[in-house]
């Protein structure tokens, strides 16, 4: 029976190890986006109007 316990205790943790490795890559990656989103709108509000609109080849 000891075996028994020590397998399930095992694969609780196993388990419970996986869901906050999920948990803490949910997190990462909203931090993620959120550091993208709050770059990219710097960005256009940083940029005048109508420029990049078109490319300077003949430089």
Do not use: H, W
Request: charged share 15%.
């Amino acid at each position: 029976m000891s075996d028994l316990n020590t397998a399930a205790v095992a694969a609780l943790q196993a388990q419970t190890r996986a869901q906050m490795a999920t948990v803490m890559q949910k997190q990462q990656i909203d931090a993620e986006r959120t550091v993208v989103s709050m770059i990219a709108q710097l960005v256009q509000a940083a940029t005048p109007e109508g420029v990049g609109e078109t490319v300077d080849v003949t430089a």
